[in-house]
């Protein structure tokens, strides 16, 4: 069956610090992936996708993410963190059909 | 583009009251999906629409919950009797392409609390 997983479930990191999340799935097909971020009372925001082509895949408000095949993982990255990153990411699958398989998130706090 | 409009924003019943929530997805959208966000579970697919007709209620949690979709750009879930537990964020999300994988939008969400 498919399923993500974040191993984090919170991490906090300094202002200005690079970040990286991670995000491991298990998928027998060609996955198609998925980065969403929720900020407090928001609903899900699309960040970054993977569906085929170049592994690394730049998304919105300068993150971007690696497909690595052969550890079936998708870390999310961003070089240098703001403090209005502070938010909680999902990683998620597509499967057939259409629908998308979430990890249980990474709550991202921001150090001053 | 409005983006998926959800109604209300917030409801507070009572045990045992009805409870209805309503979303309006995207324009030309051919999916629209029903998840449930808590602490405890995460966020958890209640059930699925694809070109209006249901696909995959296998997440809804017991026959209290029921989901329509009359027409392409109207959606409810309904919740009878409403139980404590049933208190949570309820997101509907809806995809342009029915079938296929592809991003889904989220609208804001309902947070219900039932007392």
């Known amino acids: 069956a498919q399923s993500v997983t974040q191993p984090d479930i919170h991490i906090t990191v300094s202002e200005g610090a690079s970040l990286e999340l991670r995000c491991n799935y298990s998928y027998g097909a060609t996955p198609y992936l998925f980065w969403y971020v929720q900020s407090p009372g928001q609903g899900l925001q699309l960040l970054l996708k993977?569906?085929?082509?170049?592994?690394l895949v730049q998304g919105i408000k300068g993150f971007e993410a690696e497909f690595k095949r052969s550890q079936s993982s998708f870390n999310l990255r961003k070089p240098s963190v703001h403090w209005s990153d502070a938010a909680e990411y999902f990683c998620?699958?597509?499967?057939?059909?259409?629908?998308?398989?979430f990890g249980q998130g990474t709550e991202l706090s921001v150090k001053p | 583009d409005a983006g998926v409009i959800q109604s209300p924003r917030h409801e507070v019943t009572e045990m045992g009251q009805e409870v209805t929530l309503r979303c309006k997805p995207i324009s030309g959208h051919n999916s629209l999906f029903w998840y449930r966000q808590t602490m405890m579970r995460g966020l958890e697919l209640l059930i699925y629409?694809?070109?209006?007709?249901?696909?995959?209620d296998s997440g809804m949690p017991e026959d209290r919950f029921s989901a329509k979709m009359p027409n392409a750009s109207f959606s409810t879930l309904k919740i009878q009797p409403s139980e404590p537990r049933d208190s949570a964020v309820y997101f509907c999300a809806s995809s342009p392409i029915a079938g296929e994988v592809f991003e889904q939008y989220f609208g804001p969400g309902t947070r219900l609390t039932v007392t």
């Open positions: 998620a699958v597509g499967n057939q059909g259409g629908k998308l398989i």
């Open positions: 629409f694809n070109n209006n007709v249901p696909i995959d």
């Open positions: 993977y569906f085929s082509g170049d592994t």
